[in-house]
DNA sequence: CTCTTTGCAAACTGTTTGCAATGCC
DNA sequence: GGCATTGCAAACAGTTTGCAAAGAG
């Protein structure tokens, strides 16, 4: 699932119809390296097409999630549903800060499902969360050392 | 933080009132090993003190949070936030069909923060999910094989 | 031409907030 | 008695749904 035209043809072969708006998420989704929440593809997309709508968003989301061509993860900070243009096995490093969630690849001992201490649960695959601070944050963090809502914002979980 | 009386008195120490609400909340939280939701809550303890509202489960469980007594993670299933009464190390497992949360133990091989793979991030914890089905959901689902509605919602993440 | 998609508005869910009445200490 | 807490109602954020108009194939 790399390309744009990829996931056209893909999407298309599934029995939907292109359309303008649909390209452009695509586009988005492709060009993205965080995990955009529906508003952050919003804004993207709003600007080389203004009049696109955010039920198109949300409705392009859903079903290229239906046909399993994204994924999809919940923020922990704001609650907002995240997509993932991957789909393959890998890890999330989350900004506490700023909610900003990237991919790393998942280090090779990450695989094993733990013996039978999975108390009879059927395991189809597992998510490591790596939480911290992004460098972005980390810097703004220091340059305001003693600011009080910034310090409130930081270690409010 | 193990017995309601250890909660009880933690609270208060730091400077929170005591009511029979709140000690009827952290009751449930004593007793719970699953991951509950404020809903969740609210519906055990309404059992016992039918007057209580839910504002006062989200305003107390929020007071438990932000004093490091409790965590919350984000279901992926319904996106509600659920409640944790453990704050150390462990990871979880979650059923993709019911969205239950419950812990097991990190396996011994789970503490290791990635090399200089972490992108610059200063990482200050992790947590593992493995996704899956549930015992009991497992066997709902060989019992009702066929059903429609049933496949549909095991299926759909 | 038909059936899907768009985009608005309204509904909905989970959660938070404002505030008067109540209750803990 | 003073200040924190309760619980109602209303506000909110993120997401979904109903539906008429527009558009893809």
Redesign the interface.
Known sequence: MRTVEEIITNFQQRGHKITPQRRAIFQIICESNTHPSAEDVYQQVSANMPDISLTTIYNTMREL??LGMID?????GD?S?RYDKRTDHH?H?Y??HCNQI?D??T?S?SL????E???????????????????AC?KNMRDKTGREETQASVF??
Chains 1, 2 share one sequence.
């Open positions: 999630k239906e999809a993860v919940n923020a922990v609650g549903l890890d490093l900004c506490l990237i790393i690849e280090p001992g094993e499902i733990p013996k201490k999975s108390m009879g649960y059927k395991i189809v695959k597992q998510q490591v969360t790596y939480y911290g601070y992004c460098p980390q409010n979980e």
